[in-house]
């Protein structure tokens, strides 16, 4: 059974940095892309990054463009989001999803709150 | 950026009623490269359809999906209780975006 698991969410104050950690099991996690996905309170979703299977190819949205960088590690079946620059619009659940088309496994999600 | 509009914005039904939503771009999406989200509140959403019809396994064949170009169409065919909740269609051709939503309540 697939399984990502969020973590390092937490509060932080504007201009602040947080690292998003997302832990996989169940799956040969070196085989896919992965993605990390957004949604405010009370949004609706924002696709925020996406690396291959290799960490070669990286997408960002414009909105954390320069801010967050997405990395992983197959060895460890880790994927994260270094979070920098924090802003308060960044307050959201963070979600690591398995794919970069159609987003087939998601995790439970972690929420990062940005306020003074 | 391809921009989608969902509507309605919300739909308002019966349990064993047929739910049509609506995702239209602002330009044409490539090689049909549309997705189609339910989320449940408190839950992660769940992917539903892939590459505008195709339904992943274990996604009940009440769930279909069709269209091209900038239109899409995401029909459940007979609303079971477990089918209300939020919509969103996604676009993977150019860049990535979703749309804002669309809300299946009870009527």
């Known amino acids: 059974q697939v399984q990502l698991v969020e973590s390092g969410g937490g509060l932080v104050k504007p201009g602040g940095s947080l690292r998003l950690s997302c832990a996989a099991s169940?799956?040969?996690?070196?085989?896919?892309?992965m993605s990390w996905i957004r949604q405010a309170p009370g949004k609706g979703l924002e696709w925020v990054s996406y690396i291959d299977s290799g960490g070669g190819e990286i997408y960002y949205a414009d909105s954390v463009k320069g801010r967050f960088t997405i990395s992983r590690d197959n060895a460890k079946n880790s994927l994260y989001l270094q979070m920098n620059g924090l802003r308060a619009e960044d307050t959201a659940v963070y979600y690591c999803v398995r794919g970069h088309h159609g987003l087939e496994v998601w995790g439970q999600g972690t929420t990062v709150t940005v306020s003074s | 950026e391809i921009v989608l509009t969902q509507s309605p914005g919300t739909l308002s039904l019966s349990p064993g009623e047929r739910a049509t939503l609506s995702c239209r771009a602002s330009q044409s999406v490539s090689s049909n490269f549309l997705a189609w989200y339910q989320q449940k509140p408190g839950q992660a959403p769940r992917l539903l359809i892939y590459h505008a019809f195709n339904r992943p396994t274990g996604v009940p064949d009440r769930f279909s999906g069709s269209g091209s170009g900038t239109d899409f169409t995401l029909t459940i065919s007979r609303l079971e209780p477990e089918d209300f909740a939020v919509y969103y269609c996604q676009q993977y051709a150019t860049s990535r975006t979703f749309g804002q939503g669309t809300k299946v309540e009870v009527k």
């Open positions: 169940g799956l040969t996690f070196s085989d896919y892309y």
